[in-house]
């Protein structure tokens, strides 16, 4: 998903992975959170393509946007 807000994910329960790709659709980065981990919250800066991935069954995410909801449109959507 490419977004028009930046974006705040808090892991409050279980494991997950983001995963960040460049226009081209090539996974540049992954990104594991989880509660008492090093890394339990991250702010995606606008415009990135992202997808976020449950690592464990029951995981809890926040996510936060800084604007209204805007329905997703076919440009929005990373076709591999």
Not at 30 to 47: C, F
Request: charge should be negative; proline fraction near 6%.
């Amino acid at each position: 998903m490419k977004i028009h807000s930046s974006e705040t994910v808090v892991c409050l329960r279980g494991r997950l992975v983001e995963e960040f790709y460049s226009e081209a659709g090539e996974l540049m980065d992954s990104i594991e959170l989880a509660p008492n981990s090093p890394v339990v919250a991250l702010n995606i800066p606008i415009g990135q393509w992202h997808t976020v991935r449950a690592l464990e069954s029951g995981t809890v995410i926040l996510e936060c946007k800084d604007g209204a909801y805007e329905p997703l449109g076919p440009e929005d959507v990373l076709n591999l």
